[in-house]
């Protein structure tokens, strides 16, 4: 199995103990909940996801208390900056969800930063290759097993637990790929081999313009691709997920041994919800369509 330069063994049966209960801060105990995710991830157990668009740190807060298991704050396809992802990672610190900032691109630097803030990890997109994948990995983890510069202000507790957060932070680091490209199904095995990869996540959408089938999930040439993932997954013991378009998808998703599922968004959500409740009361001779 592929390793980040100087990365080892990650042991399973890490037991926290290094830790005085006095003294674990809040922030360590964010690192505790990565680890048990970390460890569902590798035991298949479902994992259900939403992705955060929103501003306002109310969202996964409701998100988490709704029983999600992992929330996604995207920062790529949204307005979401350091300042508002700082404050959903706070707001998250009250829920039993584990929150990943969703970088803009696989950027060491800008990756530093969410970890710094307190992200445990990140779910990446268009990681294409082995080399990106090594890349990905190195870059949440300290030296020797990676190339993290130093500054954890907000994940380290602002210096209340930086021994502790030293201690733990490599072994807790979560880094999931989003695959996206015809690029990266070619290189799936090599990708999911890479040591530190704890799961992968499919991008419907941008994975089937890069297969000339936009949306068309039924498409044979989509169905192998995302076939040849999941054969990769298992074969390297890795959490296979998918972002999920519909309840159906996802449900044909659990059944064919997915656990790591993307399968609401918060704007998507109020939308729907919005349209149901204004159709459920509006005569039907009245209602408006949307212009499109």
């Given at each position: 199995?592929?390793?980040?330069?100087?990365?080892?063994?990650?042991?399973?049966?890490?037991?926290?103990?290094?830790?005085?209960?006095?003294?674990?801060?809040?922030?360590?105990?964010?690192?505790?909940?990565?680890?048990?995710?970390?460890?569902?991830?590798?035991?298949?157990?479902?994992?259900?996801?939403?992705?955060?668009?929103?501003?306002?740190?109310?969202?996964?807060?409701?998100?988490?208390?709704?029983?999600?298991?992992?929330?996604?704050l995207d920062t790529e396809h949204s307005a979401q900056s350091p300042l508002t992802v700082k404050a959903m990672l706070q707001a998250a610190t009250a829920t039993?969800?584990?929150?990943?900032?969703?970088?803009?691109?696989?950027?060491?630097?800008?990756?530093?930063?969410?970890?710094?803030?307190?992200?445990?990890?990140?779910?990446?997109?268009?990681?294409?290759s082995k080399a990106d994948a090594l890349l990905l990995v190195s870059a949440c983890r300290y030296p020797p097993a990676g190339i993290r510069g130093w500054g954890p202000r907000r994940a380290a507790g602002y210096g209340f637990d930086t021994v502790e957060y030293m201690a733990t932070a490599n072994d807790s680091m979560i880094c999931i790929p989003i695959i996206e490209s015809r690029e990266a199904v070619e290189h799936i095995d090599e990708i999911v081999s890479v040591d530190g990869i704890d799961g992968i996540s499919i991008g419907p959408m941008d994975l089937s313009i890069s297969l000339?089938?936009?949306?068309?999930?039924?498409?044979?040439?989509?169905?192998?691709?995302?076939?040849?993932?999941?054969a990769a997954c298992k074969r390297h013991s890795k959490a296979m997920g998918t972002g999920c378009y519909s309840e159906e998808h996802a449900r044909a998703c659990i059944e064919a041994g997915d656990s790591l599922l993307l399968v609401a968004g918060d704007d998507l959500f109020l939308a729907?919800?919005?349209?149901?409740?204004?159709?459920?009361?509006?005569?039907?001779?009245e209602r408006r369509t949307v212009q499109q």
């Open positions: 199995m592929a390793r980040a330069p100087g990365m080892g063994d990650c042991d399973d049966s890490y037991e926290y103990s290094i830790i005085s209960p006095k003294l674990r801060g809040y922030l360590v105990r964010e690192l505790e909940k990565a680890r048990l995710f970390k460890k569902k991830l590798k035991q298949n157990e479902l994992c259900l996801g939403a992705q955060i668009a929103l501003s306002d740190p109310v969202v996964p807060e409701i998100f988490g208390r709704a029983g999600f298991d992992w929330l996604i039993d969800a584990v929150a990943l900032a969703r970088p803009l691109r696989l950027d060491p630097d800008e990756i530093r930063r969410f970890l710094d803030l307190g992200s445990p990890g990140v779910f990446c997109p268009f990681i294409n000339g089938c936009f949306q068309q999930f039924t498409n044979a040439t989509y169905v192998d691709a995302v076939e040849k993932v999941r729907s919800e919005a349209k149901r409740h204004v159709e459920g009361l509006r005569p039907a001779g």
